[in-house]
C-alpha cells in the first residue's frame, strides 16, 4: 500500500472515535427536537459517519484483493467517483476535526450544569441540541465552500521586507515566490492558468522556486518542466523538493537548467542587479538528502560578500533559519509546508502536523535581522483539498528600513 493510501486509513481510524462521538451527539440532538421515527433518525445521524468510510473501507479492500493500478485515483482526471467518495471524505474530516471540540465543550458545560438541581432540563437539552445542529450545519456548508475557495483559487501574497543597509538602488525591487507546484491530476489548466497569470503581471526580476515541481512519478514531468520553461524573468533560481527526488533527481534539475533557470544545490550564485551584488544560496534539504548543521555552517562561511544575501532552500528547517541569520543573510524563502494544508481550530487556535517539523509553516517571520518567508504552495500532496491555507504565489517587495512605506 502506497504512503498515500496507508495515511489515508490512519487518519480514518484515528478519527473514527471522534467521528462516532459526533454522530452518537447528533443522534441525541435529533432525539431531542424531532418527532422523527427512530429509523429515520438513525439514518440521518448514521448516514454521514458511513459514507466517511467508504473511502478507507475501499483502500483496506484493495490492499487485501485488488490492485491500486487500478483504483480510481491513478485515473489521469477527476472523476464521479472523486466527487461522491474521495473530496467527502476530507471534507468531512475536516468537519470531524472543527466540530469535536465544540460537542466536547458543550458536553462538559452540560456536566458541569447538572450540579445544579434547579436547571431546567427540557429547555438546557434543547438549547444545547440546538447549538450542535446548527454548528454541524454552519461546518457542512462552510468547510466545503472554504475549502474549494482555497484549493481553486490561487491568490497573490504580497508581503513587504524591510532591510536595514538595503542599498537605494534594490529599494522597490520586486521578487516573485513560489513553491510545491505539486502538478498532478488535481493541478491542472486553470489552476496553472491563474498562477502563471499572476507571475506574468508582476512582471518581477526575479522568481524564486522552492522545489516539489511534480507529487508523484513521472507521469507529470514533462508538463510540469514545460509550465516552468514559460515562465519568463530575467534570473529564475530554483533548489530540489522532496517530490522531485522522489519523482526523478537528476531530469527535473537538468530540463529546467535547459529552460533557462539557475538550479542551486548547495552552491552559491552571484547575480549582479543595477551595479549591485545580490546572493542567492541554493540549500538542498529534504527528507531523503538532509543537510546539518557543520554541513550548512560550511557551505553560509564560503558566502561570497554581497550588497543582499538570499538563502533558498524547500524545508524552512528552524536550525537553517539560525545559521542563516549567523551568517548575516536577510532574506530566507521556503516551501514545503502548504501553509499546514489544512489548518483546523481549536476554539481559533489555528493547528496544523506542520507545526510539528517547524514553527515557520506560513508567512512572514523575522530573526534577528533575517526575514524568513515560508509560501503556501499551489497544489497538493495528501489531501485533495486546502482549508484556511489558500493556495499563493508569493510578491515580495524590498524596502529600507528607512522607507515610508
Given at each position: ?59 483496506l479492500t484493495t490492499a487485501v484483493f485488488g490492485s491500486f493500478d487500478q483504483i480510481f485515483t491513478k485515473s489521469p482526471t477527476l472523476g464521479v467517483t472523486d466527487f461522491v467518495l474521495l473530496f467527502p471524505f476530507w471534507v468531512g474530516l475536516i468537519i470531524i476535526l472543527e466540530a469535536s471540540p465544540f460537542f466536547i465543550f458543550i458536553d462538559l458545560a452540560n456536566l458541569f450544569a447538572r450540579l445544579f438541581k434547579k436547571r431546567n432540563h427540557q429547555i438546557w437539552d434543547k438549547s444545547q441540541a440546538v447549538v450542535k445542529i446548527v454548528v454541524v ?269
Amino acid at each position: 500500500m502506497s504512503w498515500e493510501f496507508r495515511m489515508t486509513t490512519i487518519i480514518a481510524a484515528f478519527t473514527l472515535p471522534f467521528a462516532i462521538y459526533l454522530t452518537m451527539r447528533i443522534n441525541a440532538a435529533l432525539r431531542s427536537l424531532s418527532t422523527l421515527s427512530v429509523k429515520k433518525r438513525l439514518t440521518i445521524a448514521f448516514l454521514p459517519l458511513l459514507w466517511y468510510l467508504i473511502l478507507p473501507a475501499i483502500y483496506l479492500t484493495t490492499a487485501v484483493f485488488g490492485s491500486f493500478d487500478q483504483i480510481f485515483t491513478k485515473s489521469p482526471t477527476l472523476g464521479v467517483t472523486d466527487f461522491v467518495l474521495l473530496f467527502p471524505f476530507w471534507v468531512g474530516l475536516i468537519i470531524i476535526l472543527e466540530a469535536s471540540p465544540f460537542f466536547i465543550f458543550i458536553d462538559l458545560a452540560n456536566l458541569f450544569a447538572r450540579l445544579f438541581k434547579k436547571r431546567n432540563h427540557q429547555i438546557w437539552d434543547k438549547s444545547q441540541a440546538v447549538v450542535k445542529i446548527v454548528v454541524v450545519s454552519f461546518l457542512a456548508f462552510y468547510v466545503s465552500f472554504r475549502s474549494y475557495i482555497d484549493t481553486y483559487d490561487v491568490k497573490t501574497d504580497q508581503e513587504t521586507a524591510f532591510f536595514d543597509g538595503l542599498p537605494p538602488e534594490m529599494y522597490d525591487l520586486n521578487l516573485a515566490f513560489f513553491a510545491d507546484l505539486q502538478i498532478d491530476r488535481y493541478t491542472q489548466k486553470a489552476k496553472l492558468d491563474q498562477f502563471q497569470n499572476i507571475i506574468k503581471k508582476q512582471n518581477p526580476e526575479f522568481v524564486f522556486f522552492a522545489g516539489d515541481l511534480v507529487t508523484s512519478g513521472k507521469k507529470y514531468t514533462a508538463q510540469a518542466t514545460k509550465v516552468m520553461t514559460h515562465i519568463q524573468a530575467p534570473n529564475r533560481i530554483a533548489v530540489l523538493g522532496d517530490h522531485d527526488f522522489w519523482s526523478d533527481p537528476q531530469r527535473i534539475p537538468q530540463e529546467l537548467k535547459e529552460g533557462g533557470w539557475i538550479f542551486l544545490q548547495d552552491e552559491h550564485k552571484i547575480i549582479e542587479y543595477a551595479g549591485k551584488k545580490i546572493l542567492i544560496t541554493g540549500v538542498t534539504h529534504i527528507y531523503s538528502k538532509k543537510t546539518n548543521p557543520e554541513k550548512l555552517r560550511a557551505l553560509l562561511k564560503t558566502a561570497p560578500q554581497a550588497d543582499l544575501k538570499i538563502l533558498l532552500v524547500h524545508q524552512p528547517a528552524e536550525f537553517i533559519a539560525q545559521e542563516a541569520a549567523e551568517n548575516d543573510y536577510q532574506l530566507m524563502l521556503a516551501g514545503h509546508t502548504h501553509g499546514g494544508g489544512i489548518v483546523s481550530h481549536f476554539f481559533g487556535i489555528p493547528i496544523t502536523p506542520s507545526q510539528k517539523e517547524t514553527r515557520y509553516y506560513s508567512g512572514l517571520f523575522t530573526l534577528e535581522k533575517l526575514k524568513i518567508i515560508v509560501t503556501n504552495g499551489i497544489g497538493n500532496t495528501l489531501a485533495p483539498i486546502r482549508y484556511h491555507a489558500p493556495a499563493e504565489v508569493t510578491v515580495i517587495r524590498l524596502a529600507g528600513k528607512d522607507s515610508t512605506s
